[in-house]
């Protein structure tokens, strides 16, 4: 089953006793929602809430202090389940500083596990001054499995060249430049370009592909259909 990523919305804050929210949507049957979250002063994500069908929000990973600027970066993930409906989500957040998070929603993906088995092998850098950025990742469990990478920098407007071969996201910007970008194949290393002199961070990971249907399971549903016209 092929790979698709939709970007589900963006929002940033400025008071630490607001939400982050994105509008109600129905996602595809058997997805994944990935919320990308960045935020400065100890970022602490209390949970995340809407469309958990399939299986509740959890934490992928939580990188606190990337930079000496005090920024922090999560990322959190949950399956809408088989049958989703329309419905918002909310990302309840406790600190005293600004945020800004990124919604995205993939398709094609392996849920016959836990949400965290959804995902592979990743990696990261971050810093100070270090473009181009590298995330040098594992061996994937498959050479056909999604590469899903995200660039933060504190800039509210710098330029970000992805090597060639990705999809590359909207440019989100608030009090950070956040920006994902994706190849349906593996990257053992991942090339983020950024301005010089700032603070930085790239992360990345590989996102599993839902198993093909087998020859006899998909002679299986053929016949039925025949049957039913």
């Not at 990188?63 to 989500?89: E, L």
């Not at 599993?208 to 006899?216: D, E, L, P, T, W």
Request: net charge negative; aromatic share 10%.
């Amino acid at each position: 089953m092929a790979f698709t990523v939709t970007e589900r919305g963006f929002d940033t804050q400025n008071s630490s006793a607001a939400d982050l929210t994105f509008g109600a949507f129905t996602p595809a049957a058997n997805s994944m929602l990935v919320a990308v979250i960045a935020g400065g002063a100890s970022l602490t994500v209390n949970g995340l809430s809407g469309h958990t069908g399939g299986a509740a929000w959890v934490q992928i990973v939580s990188i606190p202090d990337f930079s000496t600027t005090n920024r922090d970066f999560q990322v959190w993930a949950c399956f809408p389940g088989a049958s989703p409906s329309s419905a918002t989500v909310a990302i309840d957040i406790n600190y005293a500083d600004t945020s800004m998070a990124a919604l995205y929603e993939v398709g094609g993906i392996d849920v016959s596990g836990s949400v965290a088995n959804a995902f592979g092998v990743s990696g990261s850098e971050y810093g100070y001054d270090l473009s181009p950025w590298t995330a040098a990742l594992g061996a994937f469990a498959s050479a056909t499995n999604l590469t899903f990478a995200v660039g933060v920098q504190a800039d509210s407007s710098p330029t970000f060249t992805w090597e060639g071969g990705y999809t590359v996201g909207t440019a989100q910007t608030g009090f950070l430049r956040l920006q994902a970008a994706w190849i349906a194949a593996e990257d053992n290393s991942v090339v983020l370009t950024t301005e010089s002199a700032k603070h930085a961070l790239l992360w990345a990971t590989e996102i599993k592909q839902a198993a093909a249907a087998s020859g006899n399971a998909a002679r299986a549903a053929f016949y039925q259909m025949m049957e039913r016209n």
